[in-house]
């Protein structure tokens, strides 16, 4: 009872594939996985500082996912974004700053790094750009169901087939914490042959710690 399992690693080879394409020996393998984590990390704070993010949805921005592939000389970073705000205005010099910083940041010496961007044909059917309009939503106190009922609207918008939303702490700053469960449509977690995305998403507010976690099908 209760085993539970991430849904992107039970489908990895057949719906999902990997985020990091590289190979290491066994004793610079922890070394390659926190390196990845760095850049990562690095990315996702680089873009929340450098960009403000407007009041309605139509302003969200997030990255989808960070793909990274590595071979003895260089290092390549494929970043998906779902909107075209980011890195719009001077794109290029944005660009060439962040591939220095990172550089720094992970120390580079003898590798090159190199840095694509990539747009999301439809952003509401990426999980993380879900997850992040709904801690908006909770950040200008608007209502859980309202913010969710929305959410639901956006990712039916983007074709796909159902969502789960879970949330969990003190939901409209009531003073005892609770779990929230939403689905619409369908979301077979159990069918590895289903296309499932996951993300969890935390959000800190004046009345404590939100989780949120999305499945989209």
């Not at 539970?4 to 070394?31: A, C, M």
């Not at 309202?146 to 009531?174: H, M, P, Y």
Request: charged share 25%; glycine share 8%.
């Amino acid at each position: 009872m209760g085993q539970k399992i991430n849904p992107l690693g039970f489908r990895l080879g057949t719906t999902q594939s990997h985020h990091s394409f590289w190979f290491e020996k066994p004793k610079n393998f922890s070394t390659g996985i926190r390196e990845d984590e760095i850049i990562r990390n690095f990315i996702n704070d680089y873009v929340k500082k450098t960009h403000t993010i407007l009041s309605g949805f139509e302003g969200i921005y997030h990255i989808g996912h960070i793909v990274i592939k590595k071979r003895i000389d260089f290092i390549q970073v494929i970043i998906s974004i779902g909107f075209t705000n980011i890195f719009a205005e001077g794109q290029i010099r944005e660009i060439e700053e962040l591939r220095i910083n990172i550089k720094k940041k992970i120390k580079l010496v003898n590798r090159k790094l190199y840095i694509i961007i990539k747009r999301i044909e439809n952003p509401y059917s990426q999980p993380n750009i879900i997850a992040e309009y709904i801690a908006l939503q909770f950040k200008n106190r608007v209502s859980f169901r309202k913010s969710i009922k929305k959410a639901i609207e956006l990712t039916e918008r983007a074709g796909t087939k159902g969502i789960q939303v879970k949330v969990s702490g003190r939901i409209d700053g009531k003073e005892i914490a609770r779990i929230e469960w939403i689905r619409e449509g369908r979301v077979p977690l159990q069918t590895i042959s289903a296309k499932i995305d996951h993300c969890s998403h935390s959000i800190r507010t004046i009345c404590g710690l939100l989780g949120i976690k999305i499945w989209i099908y």
